[in-house]
């Protein structure tokens, strides 16, 4: 899919306060895979480089929903400003399947979100289940966090 750019100091605080090594990419890189790890999306042979602010995912997905998943787990990350997508997809991509993404700005809901995109406030379920595991609750996005838009199944 190619590189997504996020912005640098908006997201999850995965990492801790340290310094800037080797050593301390490779800490990063290993708490980024344990994050995405941790919601269990399907995806064989997981890994992850970080340089500076910019993360590599390497794996394959088990779809192309996991994939996309996986790219904003890493880059709704604190201190993540690129994401430089590696993975491939088990399954054959459907092209019209592919989501688009949003940057929250101040003042967006998902119901908003679902306005812009679909026509419908109340499509904002779609939106909702296409991020979760790592949306817990609707009411909580932040500006500067990065969502998938999946397209609207009839």
């Known amino acids: 899919m190619g590189l997504f750019s996020f912005i640098k100091n908006a997201g999850a605080k995965v990492f801790g306060i340290g310094k800037t090594t080797e050593e301390e990419a490779a800490e990063k890189a290993a708490k980024l895979a344990d994050a995405v790890k941790s919601l269990e999306l399907p995806v064989e042979n997981l890994s992850i480089e970080v340089d ?17 998943k996986v790219v904003l787990v890493v880059g709704n990350t604190e ?9 491939t997809v088990a399954e054959a991509v459907n092209e019209a399947a592919m989501a688009q993404f949003h940057t929250v700005e101040k003042g967006d809901t998902l119901g908003k979100i679902a306005k812009e995109y679909y026509g419908n406030a109340m499509k904002y379920p779609v939106i909702f289940e296409a991020n979760k ?12 966090q990065v969502l998938r838009i999946p397209p609207l199944v009839d």
């Open 52 to 68: 500076d602010d910019t993360a590599t995912v390497y794996g394959e997905a088990a779809d192309l929903a996991t994939k996309e």
């Open 79 to 87: 201190g993540i400003a690129s994401v430089d997508d590696k993975m």
């Open 133 to 144: 595991p790592m949306l817990k609750d609707p009411d909580k996005i932040y500006p500067g």
